[in-house]
């Protein structure tokens, strides 16, 4: 007698997510403020294990820059030309930072106009003069440009410019500048050195207002960018992904599901190609990771991390329409236990499926590193979009990487399984406007903390230990508001 196909469905497989189950509460022997969120992604520190998804209605240079100073990352996405996508890591790059390498130049021949127009496409406020010797000889910000539209139009930088400019030597530190800047009232200092110009310290970039900002080793806000695992052909693409690879720390393949050859052998070409560190993913089985870790000539220490989770995103429409699924915490379970046997200095990244804060420390029990939201974010001020009204309620357009909406612009199509056109794999629609990233990231804390806290988990390593029990369906009405009134 076989039981092939009845062992398939009585088998011992239960898809969990994040509903089915809780955390058994545990034993605190600390106070709330000794709890530890902090977390790692290979070299690089987070105080907030959280993610904003690369989607083109969640991450873009805003929200990017809004989660790293705030200790998580935001992860740009990938639905646009590779000289967008260079633009928003430069801007991310540029944002804060103690010294600014790459500075804006001007010749002092240039019309006020052109500077105008870099000040604005920049997004900075002022520029460095330099003449032909590429010798600085003036400094020329937003204050100096002419009140009259005509003075604008016609006018000469070395005219408006500051021509004694006050400057600092390379190496000098953060205390030097902060004083030269206090005493001299200006807002940029550039760094010379026998008249050339080294780089710029701005005075918004000295002042700590954000401690706990996830940055790199010479103080620039860290960078995460979404990659198609496809090896560019053309020479100006490839030589435009070397010049972005200058600004990325981390390049995150996104696909919706990263276990197919070709999007392997397209990533180790990339890899080898590229300097910055790579996460992999989507994948969703202990099989995927054991064979991307083991099997797979990936250059090993930069292959940092797993992100993981497939169709469980509140826009996505894979496991409906293609009946193939690994929801987030079902999926996280499957590859921790893989990263344990085979490597656990890879990171684990939870994708997709977090509707409550709650939901966030069932992540870190199953083996989480980090997790990564869209929905968390799509209603923010920072949110690419606008803000909508909807029968009096304020809303924000979120729509799926898989949505018709979101693939008709043609970057995205191989996210998903290329050549198939008709079948969409996600949805565009609407979510509730909820203020800026700041206080939904305090929201989101405090519920890790506290679930931490009533676990009796110290830290992110702790809370990986914490035990979880599946909720019987009775249970799951009764841990959620019940049996009252309503609204009337
Ligand atoms: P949440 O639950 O935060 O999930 O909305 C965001 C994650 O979902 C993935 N994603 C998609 N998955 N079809 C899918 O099957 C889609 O159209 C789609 N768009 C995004 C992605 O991993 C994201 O981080």
Same mark, same amino acid.
């Given at each position: 007698m076989s039981n092939y196909y009845r062992d398939k469905i009585h088998s011992k497989q239960i898809i969990a997510t994040f509903d089915d189950v809780l955390i058994l509460p545990g034993f605190t022997d600390f106070s709330p403020n000794e709890v530890d969120l902090s977390s790692n992604l290979g070299k690089y520190h987070f105080s907030l294990p959280i993610l904003s998804s690369a989607m083109d209605t969640v991450t873009e240079e805003e929200m990017a820059i809004q989660v790293a100073l705030r200790g998580g990352l935001g992860v740009l996405h990938r639905n646009c030309s590779f000289e967008r996508q260079l633009e928003m890591c430069r801007i991310v790059k540029r944002a804060r930072s103690f010294v600014i390498d790459n500075v804006a130049t001007i010749a002092p021949d240039a019309q006020v106009a052109k500077a105008k127009f870099m000040m604005e496409n920049y997004n900075i406020s002022g520029i460095v003069v330099t003449n032909e010797e590429k010798k600085v000889c003036g400094i020329f910000t937003k204050r100096d440009i002419p009140f009259f539209e005509q003075d604008i139009k016609n006018g000469i930088v070395k005219d408006y410019m500051t021509k004694d400019v006050i400057s600092i030597k390379p190496g000098a530190s953060r205390e030097e500048a902060l004083k030269i800047l206090f005493e001299s009232r200006k807002e940029k200092l550039p760094i010379i050195e026998d008249g050339f110009l080294k780089g710029l310290i701005t005075k918004k970039d000295l002042a700590p207002e954000f401690p706990l900002a996830s940055k790199d080793e010479e103080g620039h806000l860290l960078c995460g960018l979404a990659l198609s695992p496809r090896?560019?052909?053309?020479?100006?693409?490839?030589?435009?992904?070397?010049?972005?690879?200058?600004?990325?720390?981390?390049?995150?393949?996104?696909?919706a599901d990263f276990y197919k050859k070709d999007d392997i052998e397209g990533t180790v070409k990339l890899m080898k190609f590229l300097d910055s560190d790579f996460v992999l993913g989507n994948i969703g089985t202990y099989q995927a990771a054991e064979y991307l870790i083991t099997k797979v000539d990936f250059v090993e220490e930069r292959f940092i991390g797993l992100k993981v989770?497939?169709?469980?995103?509140?826009?996505?429409?894979?496991?409906?329409?293609?009946?193939?699924?690994?929801?987030?915490? +079902?999926?996280?379970?499957?590859?921790?236990?893989?990263?344990?046997?085979?490597?656990?200095?890879?990171?684990?990244?939870?994708?997709?499926? +977090?509707?409550?804060?709650?939901?966030?420390?069932?992540?870190?029990?199953?083996?989480?590193?980090?997790?990564?939201?869209?929905?968390?974010?799509?209603?923010?001020?920072?949110?690419?979009?606008?803000?909508?009204?909807?029968?009096?309620?304020?809303?924000?357009?979120?729509?799926?990487?898989g949505s018709e909406q979101a693939r008709t612009s043609g970057y995205i199509s191989?996210?998903?399984?290329?050549?198939?056109?008709?079948?969409?794999?996600?949805?565009?629609?609407?979510?509730?406007?909820?203020?800026?990233?700041?206080?939904?990231?305090?929201?989101?804390?405090?519920?890790?903390?506290?679930?931490?806290?009533?676990?009796?988990?110290?830290?992110?390593?702790?809370?990986?230990?914490?035990?979880?029990?599946?909720?019987?369906?009775?249970?799951?009405?009764?841990?959620?508001?019940?049996?009252?009134?309503?609204?009337?």
């Open positions: 090896f560019p052909e053309s020479s100006q693409s490839q030589d435009l992904l070397k010049e972005i690879d200058k600004y990325v720390d981390i390049f995150f393949i996104d696909v989770g497939m169709g469980s995103g509140s826009i996505c429409t894979t496991s409906l329409q293609t009946g193939v699924g690994a929801p987030t915490l +079902f999926a996280s379970a499957q590859v921790a236990d893989a990263i344990q046997d085979y490597n656990p200095k890879i990171a684990l990244i939870a994708d997709g499926g +977090f509707k409550n804060p709650g939901d966030l420390p069932k992540a870190f029990a199953v083996g989480a590193d980090l997790i990564m939201s869209g929905h968390i974010f799509a209603g923010t001020d920072e949110s690419p979009g606008f803000m909508d009204t909807i029968a009096g309620r304020k809303v924000k357009v979120y729509r799926g990487m191989d996210r998903y399984v290329e050549g198939s056109k008709m079948l969409t794999e996600g949805v565009s629609n609407y979510v509730p406007y909820v203020g800026d990233v700041s206080g939904v990231l305090e929201t989101l804390k405090e519920g890790l903390a506290n679930g931490m806290i009533y676990a009796g988990a110290k830290s992110i390593t702790e809370m990986k230990k914490v035990p979880l029990g599946i909720v019987s369906v009775v249970g799951q009405r009764e841990t959620a508001p019940h049996d009252l009134i309503g609204k009337f």
